[in-house]
């Protein structure tokens, strides 16, 4: 079994797959540590694989060293079993690198825009070949929200919890939707300019304000929470067999 170690900006998310099977997942808050020795110490783990958008933290690397196997540092360097089409592939977010791998395997042969709505959103495509295009980034719908308060004189700091109408009725769901409904329609422009020259496209929602989308396009729209973690897994396997 291979354990997944995903270190975003506010939590950690772990996994556990069996070959190419998701065995369980978590998201913790906090120090991963307790988790991650609780999982090797409950499940047969024989590799590891860690990717972080921040530096990871001295104790985290310690204790990942001192675990029963070996883990895989995810860096720039690291072999992946795609191509990569980005100019600067040293800067690329270990997180995007990895969604555009899980989506080449999991939708493999159609074309793919990944949106991860997180802190920010990103949209990365990933052709029918397997080979990652590129991508944008914007900024998340909480960064939207924030930034129209801090930003202004007069609007209200609003939440993403509440109606969420097409068209707003009072200034907090004017603002609500300005964020949400407006990224809903960021997909689907991205969607429309895409299917110009792709006619096997795909949708595929990711990160923790993925459920408030709900983009009207005429393609397939999946969800998958675990879309990173799928893709450092491949990343994983794939170097174990270069090994």
Known sequence: MNIIIDIGNTR?????????????????????????????????I????VSSVAEVAGDVV????ELPFAVLPFTP?????????????????????????????????????VVDAGSCVTFD??????????????????????AMHEHTSRLPLVGTSGDTPAIGYDTETALRAGAVVGLQ??????VSSLSRTSDNLKVVLTGGDCESLHPDVAVPVYIEHNLVAYGLNRVLLYNKNLA
């Open 185 to 190: 329609h960021e997909i689907e422009g991205y």
């Open 77 to 113: 360097a690291t072999p992946v079993p795609i191509a990569n089409g980005y100019h600067t592939p040293t800067t690329l977010g270990s997180d995007r690198l990895a969604a555009a791998v899980g989506a080449a395997w999991l939708y493999r042969g159609s074309d793919v825009l």
């Open 46 to 49: 024989e590799a590891g694989i």
């Open 125 to 146: 495509v990933v052709d029918s070949t397997g080979r990652y295009v590129g991508g944008n980034i914007a900024p998340g719908i909480n960064m939207r929200l924030v």
């Open 62 to 65: 310690a204790a990942l060293a």
């Open 12 to 44: 950690t998310k772990l996994a556990v797959f069996d070959q190419d099977s998701l065995v369980e997942a978590e998201a913790v808050e906090g120090s991963p540590l307790k988790s991650i020795e609780a999982l090797a110490a409950r499940l047969p």
